[in-house]
């Protein structure tokens, strides 16, 4: 209970210092977790449109032995234009995640996604 308390305290406490980034994270990454994928995303805005990034992982043809134990993506655009992160499938307990990144109207994507596993 108190480890919950202090994780929502410190997401709070991140969100305020970022103001209005969101990053999301899923699952749990233990300082044990082995880093699987790491992958730097950006994409430029687009005038009048939502730009929507799918990440996969592992990717098409790919295999993973591992099973996901956490997932982080980190909003890296600090100034309220940034986008948002959702599993559309797979994610902790599978071997396999597909992420969609979305951003807001006209703006574009700057994330840090990180894929943690056993
Ligand atoms: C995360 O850890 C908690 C407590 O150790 C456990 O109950 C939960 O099942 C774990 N979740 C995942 C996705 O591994
Ligand atoms: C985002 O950027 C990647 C890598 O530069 C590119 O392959 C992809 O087509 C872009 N997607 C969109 C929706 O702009
Ligand atoms: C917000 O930050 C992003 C990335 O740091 C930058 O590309 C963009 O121009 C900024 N937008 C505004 C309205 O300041």
Same mark, same amino acid.
């Given at each position: 209970m108190l480890k919950l308390r202090l994780t929502a305290l410190t997401a709070l406490a991140c969100l305020a210092a970022t103001s209005y980034a969101i990053s999301s994270t899923w699952g749990n990454i233990s300082n044990?977790? =082995?880093?699987?994928h790491a992958e730097q995303v950006f994409n430029a805005s687009s005038p009048e449109k939502y730009v929507n990034r799918e990440i996969k992982f592992?990717?098409? %043809?790919v295999g993973n032995g591992r099973i996901i134990t956490g997932i982080r993506a980190f909003? =890296?655009?600090?100034? %309220?234009?940034g986008g948002h992160a959702t599993i559309y499938s797979g994610g902790p307990g599978f071997n396999f995640v597909t992420l969609q990144l979305q951003s807001q109207y006209n703006y574009g994507l700057m994330f840090h996604v990180e894929i943690y596993g056993k």
């Open positions: 044990s977790a =082995q880093l699987l592992p990717k098409n %043809g909003d =890296q655009v600090t100034n %309220g234009t």
